[in-house]
């Protein structure tokens, strides 16, 4: 098997392994729908008894000699016994199909929870670059819609569509025992619908495809728009997205449509085709019991078996546009399943421990698509415990450079050495748990403020949340807040101003007390007030600290050791120690 087939079986090993886990209740289902289906197949016999026995008083067959005490006492003590098997044969198999029903309801939900559980982790373990280039909206659809299918799949049509295949085969081996030539009539008709059901249901699942990546596609622009609706508003753009999402809605639109024409198509096919075997199978078994090859009790029977055979046939036609939905909602799991996650570490990978903030990097290069370079050859030296500013324009490759310390990507030539140590080498968690970072879009969670600050150190109590928040000059605004640290921020912080958010995500680096700082444009979207108490604190916390700074400004007048600067894919200035100069933003 190809590494290309392994991966596309991973959602069927999944569904196995659950499977497998779950078979006892699988077996006691299987049990209780034996049950159901039994007495699904005696349900019309008590009907013949009364016909044939009772009320045309046919004697009983050799057969049927069994149940002579049932009539010896009268007609009317029959037909209230053979009612009240009636009876009961609904309350058992009512029961048996609960319990069914139940049981996988139950194990599919199960499966469905691990499948997203499954499908987060590894969304959570896929690479930078992959995320960059997918839309969220499409991974939500897939983490809500697609996993749904599947478990209605199991849950709905799974065990229906093995119970009804069941009444089908068992009430064709009745008839064939009672009348062989009916049954032909039957069987005749019954390839007939399932090429009809296999044509159609191959353009069903086409457009299903196709609707399903226009969803995809209405998600991603609704959590596009939805994220940045004060720009939206303050733009007054609300019409121009309106006209767009209408736009998007309407294609959706049309693919619902198509499929709806397919549905209903499907649906009317196969009760034509049911009602036309119907017609001829009465026509032919009225003409026999008249010439008396059958009796009217046999032809009940038929005809009662006729109508419930054909049931199952429409209601696996409809269920067939579920079949389509589940299978187009697997094969788009499957494909992000099998993309390849980040590389795992090194079986001898060791921990990022007691880092001193030694940085090197040695004719590095890299590129998204391994082909464009963005950094050519970059080569540097970071010592320990210095302040370093790397400057550049946008687009030259410095937030690339800080992905490659903290391994979001791999450089595809040459290495990176912490403490004399290529990152390689690292367990990759370990050395991001050493770094802290502060972006320069300020990512905060809906959550209280010391969860957001204690992030990056989960365990923290709440004085090593403070202590973070006065070195990050935040402690006075947060006690300011309602509920002070037990405060709920909005969606991204949008209940604060950007330089809080600033402030709260420096905390959340200083948390970590890590050997080595990151910081991507800290002050470049806050107040003059709020950039100095960034820079304070910095100043603050540095000592023992390894300090990289990103800047597009950099002028003349403070403590910086180092000046890396990216130009043309390469570091061409490193500036010397004597050279110590201010950063701006």
Not at 189 to 196: G, H, Q
Not at 251 to 261: D, M, Q, V
Not at 345 to 362: H, Q, S
Not at 398 to 427: A, C, M, N, T
Request: charged share 20%; hydrophobic share 45%; net charge positive.
């Amino acid at each position: 098997m190809s590494m290309d087939q392994v991966k596309r079986t991973r959602l069927r090993q999944l569904i196995i392994g659950h499977l497998l886990e779950t078979r006892s209740s699988i077996a006691l289902a299987g049990l209780c729908l034996l049950g159901a289906l039994l007495m699904e197949l005696l349900a019309p016999w008590p009907l013949k008894l009364i016909f044939d026995h009772v009320l045309m008083g046919k004697p009983l067959a050799p057969s049927w000699s069994y149940l002579g005490g049932l009539f010896q006492w009268g007609p009317l003590p029959a037909v209230a016994i053979l009612s009240a098997s009636v009876f009961l044969m609904v309350l058992v198999g009512g029961a048996c199909s609960y319990a069914q029903v139940y049981l996988v309801t139950k194990s599919s939900y199960q499966l469905a929870a691990k499948l997203k559980i499954k499908l987060f982790s590894h969304l959570q373990r896929l690479s930078l670059a992959f995320h960059t280039h997918v839309p969220s909206g499409e991974l939500v659809v897939k983490m809500a819609s697609d996993t749904t299918a599947i478990r209605d799949l199991f849950t709905d049509w799974g065990v229906r569509a093995l119970y009804q295949s069941s009444v089908i085969g068992g009430m064709l081996v009745v008839m064939i025992v009672v009348n062989w030539r009916l049954a032909l009539i039957v069987l005749g008709s019954i390839p007939v619908l399932f090429i009809a059901l296999a044509r159609l249901n191959q353009k069903l699942r086409a457009s299903i495809s196709r609707q399903r990546k226009q969803e995809g596609r209405i998600a991603s622009r609704m959590n596009e728009v939805l994220g940045a609706i004060a720009m939206v508003q303050a733009f007054g753009r609300r019409e121009f997205e309106q006209d767009r999402f209408e736009l998007e809605a309407a294609r959706n639109l049309a693919e619902g449509i198509t499929s709806a024409r397919t549905t209903a198509a499907v649906t009317r096919v196969i009760e034509v085709i049911c009602a036309l075997s119907t017609a001829v199978t009465l026509l032919f078994g009225s003409w026999q019991a008249f010439k008396g090859y059958m009796t009217p009790g046999d032809l009940l029977i038929f005809v009662s078996y006729l109508k419930s055979i054909y049931k199952p046939i429409r209601d696996l036609g409809k269920s067939s546009v579920r079949v389509s939905r589940a299978a187009v909602s697997a094969g788009r799991i499957e494909e992000v399943l099998a993309i390849e996650e980040e590389p795992r570490d090194a079986p001898n990978a060791i921990a990022a421990t007691n880092l001193t903030g030694d940085i090197v990097f040695r004719d590095v290069s890299f590129g998204y698509d391994g082909r464009h370079r963005l950094l050519d050859e970059v080569s540097f030296h970071i010592h320990p415990g210095q302040k370093v500013a790397l400057a550049g324009a946008s687009g030259a490759g410095k937030s690339s450079l800080i992905g490659l310390i903290l391994r979001l990507y791999e450089p595809q030539h040459g290495s990176i050495r912490i403490d004399r140590v290529d990152v390689r080498d690292y367990q990759r968690e370990s050395l991001r748990q050493s770094i802290g970072l502060v972006l320069q879009d300020s990512v905060l969670f809906a959550a209280s403020v010391r969860e957001n600050i204690a992030y990056g150190r989960p365990e923290a109590g709440l004085d090593a949340v403070e202590a973070a928040a006065r070195h990050a000059h935040a402690h006075d605004f947060i006690m300011a807040l309602p509920d002070g640290y037990d405060t709920i921020i909005g969606e991204r912080g949008c209940t604060l101003s950007g330089g809080q958010r600033q402030r709260i995500c420096l905390a959340r680096a200083l948390i970590k007390q890590p050997p080595i700082l990151i910081l991507d444009e800290p002050t470049s979207a806050v107040d003059p007030a709020s950039a100095s108490m960034i820079h304070d604190a910095i100043d603050t916390v540095q000592a023992g600290k390894t300090v990289l700074m990103i800047s597009h400004q950099i002028s003349p007048g403070s403590d910086f050791d180092q000046i890396l600067t990216l130009r043309d894919r390469k570091i061409c200035v490193s500036a010397p120690p004597e050279h110590r100069v201010r950063l701006t933003s």
